[in-house]
């Protein structure tokens, strides 16, 4: 029998002491330990905080150190390649890439054509790009986090 995951959690502001749910992607990005989120929204205080400001309201442990527990089988690499940083990497040279092979597909035709094809190229390649970047996240949080959906840590 698997257990359901859960689509929502609560969080509470130390500071102010209001609890907020999250759900959704949000909630999918927040229980992920490497998903690289440095700062999360309190609804009381109308902002964002870091998230060693806040704890689980379930648990009490503090945001920051869950993420420090949960990764910390995470190579260097594997925080790398689940990082924002690296998702803007794949985004701009999978854009570059396509962008420059709609150019090269498309160069002995008409300039209006080359123009098209040129960033529709760079679409698809960014798109492609990031397919990938996704479909290495999954497999490197299940490693380190031992779950196949992060939402079932506590």
Not at 32 to 41: A, F, G, K
Not at 51 to 75: C, F, L, M, Q
Request: hydrophobic share 40%.
């Amino acid at each position: 029998m698997t257990t359901p995951i859960p689509e929502s959690r609560v969080y509470r502001h130390l500071q102010c002491g209001t609890e907020t749910v999250i759900s959704g992607q949000a909630f999918e990005v927040a229980s992920n330990p490497l998903s690289d989120m440095t700062r999360t929204w309190c609804n009381q205080c109308n902002a964002f905080f870091p998230v060693s400001d806040y704890e689980w309201s379930d648990t009490g442990e503090k945001i920051s150190d869950y993420y420090a527990r949960h990764s910390a089988r995470a190579s260097q690499l594997e925080r790398f390649l689940c990082s924002k940083k690296f998702m803007i990497v794949c985004g701009i040279t999978g854009f570059l890439l396509g962008t420059a092979a709609g150019i090269f597909l498309f160069r002995n035709q008409a300039l209006w054509l080359n123009l098209l094809m040129g960033p529709f190229g760079g679409g698809l390649g960014a798109f492609g790009a990031l397919a990938i970047y996704v479909s290495l996240g999954n497999p490197i949080a299940k490693r380190v986090c031992g779950v196949s959906d992060t939402r079932l840590l506590t």
